[in-house]
């Protein structure tokens, strides 16, 4: 099971524009709400943006698997807010993330249609996913130094004459 | 003839502010915000996470602000707030084998790849009140250093190498994944959702029932496989989009419980699993969960049914503390009527239990007499 | 079979007031099965791409979600903006077994698979059963169909037009399997009719 695991993970996406896609809203549901609020704030010739649905709140059920790698179960829910935006250039952008900000994520859903549009996806790559990425990047890093400095060094102690 | 009675209105209203009052407590004592106890009370807010079902960080310490402390009201409230949620849909299974891990040790490997990572533990600790933590001391920064990255094995694959344990565990192919929320509960279970009920079971109904094995109710000889604590990706797929999209990081306890077993008519002996997995921080309900998981598989794995723990109908009827305490707690509603009932019941009983009485000790006295 | 909502007019013409309009539309849908045979007026709260109907494209808003698994007959499921749309709007997924469908939605009554093939629920649990919604082109017009049973007061006539041949067989066959067996709901631009499993369907007057 674990390499039916690891396929999954594998799985080539259809496209490298559908990955850079992905990865993009990844890190904008794991950014901040001020992150968002602030880059829209700045945004240079702001399109009109008209809601699609939401934001709305709900819940999504997390699944996890027997043993870790086995047949899926529910576990429990989590609370997940999603939006969808037009822009006035046509662009229909999603967002999901978890917690309860729903600024966030109609910031979110905005940022998603801007990177749909070729004349605007290097600039919220630049100076949103970028930088985001990079403060999540060194985050991680440092908590995982900080396990590490917690990682026992066995060692073995000699006892008797020979 | 049944007679209605109503009132209490004004009584219920002033007590309702009295609850708001005493929650307060004293008012030159500075209240307490959600960020305060999110951040100092993790270990309360993740268990009530765990129990209520729902992973909310803000919502679970709300709750635990508003329930001035008292877990399973807690948990309560959020159980029934997520009642007001539309669902969107199901995530994909997380994968625990990326998670970052925070916390990773081993009973059953000193050196094993990744290392023991003892993480943020109270064990080793001298459980010595710290009188320091009674002020707003500064606190050092923790210590690092480099550490190793990417995927972590869990010690069931190392063990797997030999073959001499079981698999993750699997269901069917055609089996549809159980969901105690959707589905009403039907004995026996399939392991899915017994495992889901006791995800969200009463940390101390499972712990004492993990217990009870240990002490010869269904013995099970566990050893802690290995226990983890991180963060782990949420992903779900979005019909709109057509592809899967990462929604956010959860984190999660796991614990690989290793069983020795002696084999039965059914499998050989090798070493069985029992698994748990919780949200939050809370390594002693997910090793209580995955030791009660093991002795639940009794059936399944052709063991004689000696002891309450190996008994499903019996550990997940009675694992979940907001059904637990609403039926125990409902005994303090009003039930007037229906005391009164036994109340003539019992007069009636008595009355022929002393009729009964009297006739005997006047025979008594009568065959004395005749003596 | 996943339905990827690529055209934009997927995402328009849902509810504009989801909570309100949903709970509107579940009452009445709820007072046309407890009433069967009576017509209940429709409001089209939601602009689907047609074929589908706006009646039917709010029943579809209200009811269906992530949970409940839709059948469309082919003239649906060939169409990419019916299918993106009811994605977008509800996130039900669909499926091509009709014996899976918690919901069929059908927009060519004529052309509807035998009754019997939807779910039919089990003797435990006769609600796991397929609750088909048709199309038709008007609740009034056709020929006199006399109704009785079951929250109906003496009897109810109907003249749906643009129901499938041989419906009245179906039907009778429907009855027979109580208590599984499927719903209908009949919907039309101008409203929709609700005919429960329960309620007896005979020519005439």
């Known amino acids: ?162 | ?371 | 079979m996943t339905a990827q909502a690529t055209h934009s007019s997927a995402f328009q013409g849902g509810f504009a007031n989801p909570v309100f309009d949903g709970q509107s539309v579940f009452r009445q849908v709820m007072n046309a099965l407890a009433r069967p045979g009576m017509k209940t007026a429709f409001d089209g709260l939601t602009e689907p791409p047609s074929p589908l109907i706006a009646t039917v494209g709010s029943i579809a808003a209200t009811l269906f979600d992530h949970d409940t698994k839709i059948w469309l007959d082919p003239v649906l499921s060939r169409n990419e903006a019916v299918a993106g749309w009811l994605t977008f709007h509800t996130s039900a997924p669909m499926t091509r077994q009709t014996l899976d469908a918690d919901f069929a939605v059908l927009a060519d009554g004529t052309a509807m698979p035998s009754l019997e093939s939807f779910a039919q629920g089990t003797q435990e649990y006769p609600d796991r059963s397929t609750t088909l919604i048709i199309q038709i082109e008007a609740l009034e017009g056709g020929r006199d169909l006399r109704l009785t049973g079951p929250g109906i007061k003496d009897f109810q006539t109907i003249a749906p037009q643009g129901l499938p041949e041989h419906f009245l067989e179906q039907w009778a066959g429907n009855r027979s399997r109580f208590p599984r067996g499927v719903d209908i709901i009949l919907a039309a631009g101008e409203g929709i009719i609700g005919l429960p499993r329960t309620v007896k369907i005979e020519i005439g007057s």
């Open chain 1, 1 to 162: 099971m674990a390499e039916a695991t690891q396929q999954l993970h594998e799985q080539a996406p259809a496209n490298p524009e559908q990955a850079a896609r992905q990865r993009a809203m990844a890190v904008l549901a794991r950014a901040s709400g001020s992150e968002l609020a602030k880059a829209w704030d700045a945004w240079p010739d702001r399109p009109d943006v008209s809601p699609v649905r939401g934001p709305e709140t709900g819940l999504v059920m997390v699944r996890g698997r027997i043993g870790g790698g086995g047949a899926p179960f529910n576990f429990g829910e989590a609370t997940v807010t999603r939006a969808t935006v037009k822009l006035s250039t046509g662009h229909v952008g999603h967002a999901y993330a978890l917690g309860a900000d729903k600024d966030k994520v109609r910031h979110a859903a905005i940022f998603d249609a801007l990177w749909q549009d070729d004349a605007t996806r290097s600039a919220v790559e630049d100076q949103l996913v970028a930088p985001i990425c990079k403060r999540l990047d060194s985050e991680d890093t440092r908590r995982r130094d900080e396990t590490a400095a917690t990682r026992v060094d066995f060692f073995t102690m000699v006892r008797g004459e020979d």
């Open chain 2, 1 to 371: 003839m049944y007679v209605a009675v109503k009132g209490g209105e004004a009584a219920i209203s002033n007590a309702h502010q009295l609850l708001a009052d005493r929650r307060r407590g004293d008012r030159s004592v500075p209240a307490m915000t959600i960020e305060q106890i999110v951040e100092q009370l993790g270990l309360a807010v993740d268990r009530i996470m765990s129990e209520g079902s729902l992973y909310d960080k803000e919502l679970a310490a709300l709750a635990f602000k508003q329930a001035r402390g008292d877990m399973i009201e807690a948990i309560f409230l959020l159980r029934a707030y997520r009642t007001t949620l539309p669902r969107f849909g199901y995530s994909n299974p997380i994968d625990t084998g990326d998670m970052l891990i925070e916390r990773r040790i081993s009973a059953t490997y000193k050196d094993l790849p990744g290392g023991q990572l003892l993480g943020p533990t109270f064990d080793y600790t001298h459980r010595l009140l710290d009188p320091q933590l009674k002020g707003d001391e500064v606190v050092d920064e923790p210590q690092s250093r480099d550490a190793e990255t990417g995927h972590t094995p869990r010690v069931s694959e190392i063990l797997d190498q030999e073959g001499l344990i079981e698999g993750d565990g699997e269901l069917p192919d055609d089996h549809r994944t159980g969901d105690l929320t959707r589905e009403p509960m039907e004995f026996p279970m399939t392991r899915d959702t017994r495992l889901q009920a006791l995800s969200r079971g009463d940390e101390g109904f499972l712990l004492a029932l993990a217990y009870s094995t240990q002490r010869g109710y269904a013995r099970s000889h566990p050893f802690a496989g290995e226990i983890r604590i991180g963060e782990v990706e949420v992903e779900i797929d979005v019909p709109e989009l057509g592809f899967a999209v990462s929604i956010g990081r959860i984190r999660v306890t796991e614990c690989q419980m290793v069983n020795q077993f002696k084999g039965s008519a059914k499998p050989p002996p090798q070493f069985t699993r029992g698994y748990g997995l919780v949200f939050g921080q809370s390594e002693r309900k997910a090793m209580s969960m995955s030791m009660v998981d093991r002795t639940l598989r009794a059936t399944e794995l052709g063991e004689d049914l000696t002891a309450p723990a190996q008994d499903e109908e019996f550990v997940i009827s009675h694992s979940d503390n907001v059904q637990a305490t609403g039926f125990v707690e409902h005994l303090k509603l009003p039930h007037y009527v229906d005391f009164q009932a036994e109340l003539d019941l019992v007069r009636r009983m008595r009355s022929e239990f002393d009729a009964r009485q009297d006739g005997a000790e006047e025979q008594g006295d009568n065959l004395e007499a005749a003596e």
